[in-house]
């Protein structure tokens, strides 16, 4: 699939096929992708636990619910909990001048042994890291790029994806994570048994977030473009207008999975 084809075709998953297994080399893919995602000091922020639902206690699987994750959890063959790591300072000092050598950071911009001892690591870094605010908010922005990025990814392997939330306390206590690792979500994956799920969901133009220069300058679409984007996939038909094909859509699957409605 091409990428921008990608982009416009996911969706968050709320019906999956529950007895078609996810191939494991699929799963491979979904985490090398995150693993190649762009992250500072090469420092590995994102964390994964991958778990298989009919692998998981029943009472364990329905404790780890929240009101917003129900049915879809259910249904989901794979579940991958993600953290973040707030230890992603240890060992950087050892990483950036590895980066120099290999001439990823260069002497053009400044960098060399030295000024990593000096400036980069204890100044930036290690200041980050241990900001009571900036170091959580750094593995946030770190971790949240891998995680999309394996959603591309499940995608790409024709496969559906949801981020949902789930019981933190208990999912630390199951899965046996670290204290030095942040939860973030659940990432749901198996097939999909809802299509297209009733069209792309409804987004703003781009110039009610976007702007050019300073705020107020409102970044506008250049309608040749935005009908480049449809044709390539990436902007698709909306859900506005089909709610009653949903709808029945639904109700459909409703019947087959003997779900109230």
Same mark, same amino acid.
């Given at each position: #699939?091409?990428?921008?084809?990608?982009?416009?075709?996911?969706?968050? +998953?709320?019906?999956?096929?529950?007895?078609?297994?996810?191939?494991?080399?699929?799963?491979?893919?979904?985490?090398?992708?995150?693993?190649?995602?762009?992250?500072?000091?090469?420092?590995?922020?994102?964390? =994964?636990?991958?778990?298989?639902?009919?692998? #998981?206690?029943?009472?364990?699987?329905? =404790? #780890? &619910? +929240?009101?917003? +994750?129900?049915?879809?959890?259910? /249904? =989901?063959?794979?579940?991958?909990?993600?953290?973040? *790591?707030?230890?992603?300072?240890?060992?950087?000092?050892?990483?950036?001048?590895?980066?120099?050598? /290999?001439?990823?950071?260069?002497? +053009?911009?400044?960098?060399?042994?030295?000024?990593?001892?000096?400036?980069?690591?204890?100044?930036?870094?290690?200041?980050?890291?241990?900001?009571?605010? /900036?170091?959580?908010?750094?593995?946030?922005? !770190?971790?949240?790029?891998?995680?999309? @990025?394996?959603?591309?990814?499940?995608?790409? !392997?024709?496969?559906?994806?949801?981020?949902?939330?789930?019981?933190?306390? /208990?999912?630390?206590?199951?899965? &046996?994570?670290?204290?030095?690792?942040?939860?973030?979500?659940?990432?749901?994956?198996?097939?999909?048994?809802?299509? *297209?799920?009733?069209?792309?969901?409804?987004?703003?133009?781009?110039?009610?977030?976007?702007?050019?220069? @300073?705020?107020?300058?409102?970044?506008?679409?250049?309608?040749?473009?935005?009908?480049?984007?449809?044709?390539?996939? #990436?902007? @698709?038909?909306?859900?506005?207008?089909?709610?009653?094909?949903?709808? @029945?859509?639904?109700?459909?699957? =409703?019947?087959?999975?003997?779900?109230?409605?």
């Amino acid at each position: #699939m091409e990428f921008k084809q990608v982009v416009g075709t996911r969706r968050t +998953t709320r019906f999956f096929e529950p007895n078609k297994p996810v191939e494991r080399a699929k799963i491979q893919a979904i985490l090398e992708a995150a693993n190649r995602c762009s992250r500072s000091v090469n420092a590995d922020y994102a964390k =994964a636990v991958v778990c298989y639902r009919d692998e #998981m206690d029943p009472e364990v699987l329905e =404790a #780890m &619910k +929240t009101p917003t +994750t129900t049915v879809q959890y259910d /249904l =989901a063959p794979v579940a991958i909990y993600w953290f973040g *790591d707030t230890e992603f300072h240890v060992g950087a000092e050892g990483r950036l001048k590895h980066l120099f050598d /290999l001439g990823a950071l260069a002497p +053009t911009h400044g960098w060399s042994h030295s000024y990593v001892e000096e400036v980069a690591y204890p100044q930036v870094v290690e200041g980050i890291a241990k900001d009571p605010v /900036l170091g959580p908010w750094m593995v946030n922005v !770190e971790t949240g790029l891998a995680m999309c @990025q394996a959603m591309l990814a499940a995608v790409d !392997e024709g496969l559906g994806v949801a981020l949902s939330a789930y019981n933190f306390a /208990l999912g630390k206590e199951i899965l &046996k994570v670290p204290d030095t690792w942040i939860p973030m979500w659940v990432m749901l994956v198996g097939y999909s048994a809802e299509g *297209d799920a009733g069209g792309q969901r409804p987004r703003n133009p781009l110039s009610a977030n976007y702007f050019e220069g @300073q705020v107020g300058n409102p970044f506008n679409e250049d309608p040749a473009v935005t009908q480049q984007l449809r044709d390539a996939g #990436m902007i @698709q038909e909306s859900m506005e207008g089909r709610e009653a094909q949903r709808r @029945q859509q639904i109700r459909e699957l =409703a019947d087959r999975f003997g779900l109230p409605l």
